[in-house]
C-alpha cells in the first residue's frame, strides 16, 4: 500500500472546497489502485509554526493558498519544495517573482494578443536612504496626461503592476481622474492599459493542471452573480483558444490552480489578468462551476499522488520563446506553444488515468452535492461572506444553482453530453 498525504494550506476564509475535497479523500480512500498497489491518501491543514530549515516533512503535496500573501508559511512551502521534494500547487518561486507585470510581458513575448499596458514608476517614493536621491539623479521626469493622450485615448485603466482582489484598479476617464488616482496610488507601482470596451466576451477560465474550464464573466455584476451559467458563450474554436491560452500560460509558468481573465474583442481574444495566485474557488462565486472545481482538483492531486510526479523547480522557458521567434502566425504559434503545454502536464497520460481509474468520480461527486455535508458547505461560506439578513435567502439561492446543476448533469449524462 502506498501512503501519501496531502496537506492544505490556507487561510481562515476558505472553507467550502477545502472541506469538499476533505471528505472526497476521506469517503473514497484509496482513490485509485495504480500499478495493482492502492494509493492510501490523508488529508489535512498544514499549520505554521517554527521549524528547523533541515526538517523533514510528513507532507508529500501541499495546495497553497496562504504562501502568496504571508511570509512564514511561504518560506516554509519554499523550503518543503527545495528539501522535502514537496509537489505545489502552486509553485511559490515564479509567483514571488513574476508577478501580472512579468506575466504580462512574457505573454507579450509569445505573441499574445494582451492589450497596449505601461508601467509607471512610483507616485511616493519610500522612505530609505538612498531611495530620493537616486530618483533625483536618474529618474526622468514624464508627463502622465501626455503619456495617456498619446498612447491609450480614454477610458483607460490604471491597476497596480502585481493585481489581486481588484484592489487599486480605476477606470480613468480624463486628466484629472488620471492624476486624482495617480495620487492615491502612493507606493505602489501602476501600470496603465488600453480600456476593453464594448466586447464580445468576457472569460474568466479556471485551470487546474490540463483541465480548464471557461466561464462568461460579468464584472459589472455584484460577486454572487459575476459568474454566468452558460456553456455556449463562444464558438468552439475560441473555446478552444481560450483553454490552449489558459494551459500556455499555466504550464510556462508552472502554475497548476490559476485562473486567466481574457476579453474577445475585435475578432482578438485579450488576455488581461493571467497571474493569480489563489484564483477565486467560493462555492458563492462558482456556484454551477464549484463542483467541477472540486473533481478538478481531486482528479489532479490523485494523478500526481499515484504516478509520483515530481514538482519541476527549473523552467523551460526558452523553449517556447524559440517558438515565439520564429516567423510562424499566431494559430501556428498557440499549436506548437499547447503542445509543450501538454508535454509538461502530460495531458495524454493523465486523461487516460481519469478514464481508467477515476471513472466513479463524476458520480462520487454528484451524489455528494445532494448530501447534507454540502448543505452545511454552502451555508458556512454563506455565512461567512454575508450580512447576516442575507443568509437564509442565499442559501437557497445557492442551494437552487446546485440542485439545478445536479439536474443538468444526469440528464447530460443520460443523453451523453457533459456539463
Ligand atoms: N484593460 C481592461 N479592459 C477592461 N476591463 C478591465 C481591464 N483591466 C481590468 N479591467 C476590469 O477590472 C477588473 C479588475 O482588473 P484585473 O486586472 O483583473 O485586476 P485583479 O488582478 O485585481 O483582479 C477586471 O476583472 C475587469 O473587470
Ligand atoms: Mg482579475
Partial sequence: MKYRKIGLLISAEEEDWPTALEILFRRYNPPVVYNGEPLNVEIERVRVHPFDLRAGTSYHLVVDRLGHWQLNPREWIKKAALYNRVYLLNSPFTFQSMEKHSAYVAMMRLGLHVPKTWLIPLKSFPNRPGYEETARKYYDWFDLPAIAAREFGYPLYMKPFDGGGWRGVSRINNQWELMAAYDSSGQTMMHLQTALDNYEAFVRALGIGPQVQPMRYQPEQPQHARYAIDNDFLSPERRREIIAIT???????????????????????????????????????????????????????????????????????????????????????????????????????????????????????????????????IWETVRYLFPPHEHEQFFHHYRGILNYWVQATASAAASGRSV
Fill in 247 to 377: 494551459k500556455v500560460i499555466n504550464a510556462f509558468f508552472h502554475w497548476e490552480v490559476n485562473s486567466c481573465e481574457a476579453i474577445l474583442k475585435d475578432g482578438l481574444m485579450q488576455p488581461i489578468d493571467y497571474a493569480n495566485a489563489c484564483p477565486d474557488m467560493h462555492v458563492t462565486s462558482l456556484h454551477f462551476y464549484f463542483p467541477w472545481a472540486v473533481k478538478a482538483l481531486f482528479a489532479w492531486i490523485t494523478f500526481c499522488l499515484a504516478t509520483d510526479r515530481r514538482m519541476r523547480l527549473d523552467s523551460n522557458m526558452e523553449e517556447y520563446f524559440a517558438i515565439a521567434d520564429t516567423d510562424m502566425g499566431y494559430w501556428e504559434k498557440l499549436a506548437a506553444y499547447e503542445a509543450l503545454a501538454d508535454r509538461y502536464f502530460e495531458t495524454e497520460r493523465f486523461n487516460e488515468f481519469c478514464q481508467k481509474h477515476l471513472g466513479w468520480l463524476d458520480e462520487a461527486v454528484w451524489e455528494f452535492v445532494q448530501t447534507p455535508e454540502f448543505d452545511g458547505i
